[in-house]
């Protein structure tokens, strides 16, 4: 099973470095509004910050339904703050290399430089130097539901059992901006490695028996148990490290000539 697993891990030296590269390879990967579509940068984050008000990163203090007029003007271009880590498959970058986004950003070019001699097909997460481990261990669970069909499937099975129970937390993500095609996997990323803070505790104690399953079935699949202390640690052995480097390497060749002529 492990030689299926191809995650390509790349650490970026900064929150704002890593989200600037990745938001719209991950926008075109799995956004609600731009997945499957080509769109440029002002187009990306005019939507993002026009579609603020729907979601729920302000306090959700107005209960179920559409915030109201005075929050959505509160609509700010937030994305930096919002995304913490991130992950895709590389197919998601096909559309970078072909031409479709052009012109690409110079981030953007680096990133495809950093990742131009990683056998395709992998899976790609990113994470930042500071960030919590919980982030980078909920990446990986991504990369092994993708990478492992069967585990996959099981990682179904069991939600799937426990639909009674599911559906404060899909109101959740889909309120978190999430994709409905994307439930099941964000559901288990979470309950594996921890939910979404700000989770109300009524919740998590609603879901722990979700949460519980799921993260048998992790130890069960995997050999690793996720309530263990060095379990973000143990998760690297599925891992390929990208070297930052490359990335830098990617930003110096893009760097623009400039000419002492005023
Ligand atoms: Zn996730």
Same mark, same amino acid.
């Given at each position: 099973m492990i030689e299926q697993i191809r995650i390509a891990h790349l650490q970026f030296p900064s929150l704002y470095m890593m989200a600037a590269a990745l938001m719209r390879p991950s926008e075109h990967y /799995? *956004? %609600?509004? $731009?997945?499957g579509l080509t769109f440029t940068l002002e187009e990306c984050m005019d939507d993002y910050a026009a579609r603020k008000g729907d979601y729920? $990163? @302000?306090? =959700?203090? =107005?209960? #179920?339904g559409p915030l109201p007029p005075e929050s959505r003007r509160?609509?700010? $271009?937030t994305y930096f703050d919002d995304w913490r880590g991130f992950n895709l498959p590389s197919s998601a970058l096909r559309a970078f290399r072909d031409g479709s $986004? =052009?012109?690409? @950003?110079r981030k953007e070019r680096a990133l495809l430089h950093a990742l131009? #001699?990683? %056998? /395709?097909p992998y899976y790609l997460i990113a994470t930042y130097e500071g960030g919590e481990p919980d982030i980078f261990a909920h990446e990986v669970t991504h990369g092994l539901y993708h990478c492992v069909p069967q585990y996959a499937k099981r990682v179904d099975e069991v939600i799937l059992g426990h639909s009674e129970t599911t559906q404060p937390l899909f109101r959740q993500l889909l309120d978190r901006g999430y994709r409905a095609d994307k439930l099941y996997d964000e559901a288990n990323a979470y309950a594996v490695t921890g939910l979404? *803070?700000?989770? %109300?505790a009524g919740l998590a104690a609603h879901l722990a028996p979700l949460c519980n399953d799921l993260r048998m079935l992790f130890a069960a699949t995997f050999? @690793?148990?996720?309530? *263990?202390?060095?379990f973000a640690d143990e998760l690297r052995q599925f891992t390929s490290q990208v070297p930052y480097g490359r990335f830098e390497e990617g930003l110096r060749n893009e760097r623009p000539q400039r000419h002492g002529v005023r």
């Open positions: /799995e *956004s %609600p509004r $731009f997945a729920v $990163f @302000l306090p =959700h203090a =107005h209960g #179920d509160r609509g700010n $271009f $986004f =052009h012109p690409l @950003l131009a #001699d990683c %056998p /395709e979404i *803070s700000g989770t %109300p050999v @690793l148990d996720p309530g *263990s202390p060095g």
